[in-house]
């Protein structure tokens, strides 16, 4: 079984930041067109904060989603791995995902030890969070623990109703394939 992200092109559009430019210049495409086609880059470095839900009420398919993203995103940005369930399990600095990764944790669900997430990690500007969850998290932290950056949810199941308003949240499907049917 696989996961579709509804909205998905929203999600990444959300925390990515380009500046337009036009320095790559070609007179041929001037001349066919009438102007020339404008490039985009990043603006700043990429620096997010992957929040993976690891209580008990996670399924495999799900961890296997979070690992599938991670490995997306660490071809584009320096990546952190928050593994959370009722309190931090484990962060790291993740260059590539394992073949073999094994998360920590499998217990309740309550966040409000993300409050002490900016002990676990460097002195940066970071500029996205991404929680991964399947949205029966019991509580939040009351305050946003790292404010500069761009909060996004992605839940398998329900939006949780107590969310902070700092945390955009996006819903994914589960995908039937035709061999799993």
Do not use: H
């Amino acid at each position: 079984m696989k996961f579709r992200l509804i909205g998905e092109d929203n999600i990444f559009g959300f925390f990515r930041e380009v500046e337009r430019t036009y320095y790559a210049y070609n007179p041929l495409n001037a001349n066919k067109y009438g102007f020339v086609f404008p490039s985009y880059r990043p603006l700043v470095e990429q620096t997010i904060v992957v929040i993976v839900d690891t209580s008990g009420s996670i399924g495999e398919e799900e961890l296997q989603y979070s690992l599938d993203l991670i490995n997306s995103l660490v071809k584009q940005a320096e990546i952190y791995l928050v593994e959370i369930d009722t309190m931090i399990q484990r962060v790291i600095r993740v260059r590539e995902v394992e073949e073999k990764f094994s998360f920590k944790g499998r217990g309740g669900t309550v966040f409000t030890d993300l409050e002490r997430l900016p002990q676990f990690l460097p002195a940066r500007d970071f500029t996205a969070c991404i929680i991964l969850t399947d949205g029966y998290v019991n509580a939040f932290p009351e305050e946003n623990p790292l404010p500069g950056a761009k909060w996004i949810g992605i839940t398998t199941g329900v939006i949780p109703e107590n969310s902070p308003n700092w945390i955009k949240w996006f819903k994914v499907e589960r995908v039937i394939e035709d061999s799993e049917e």
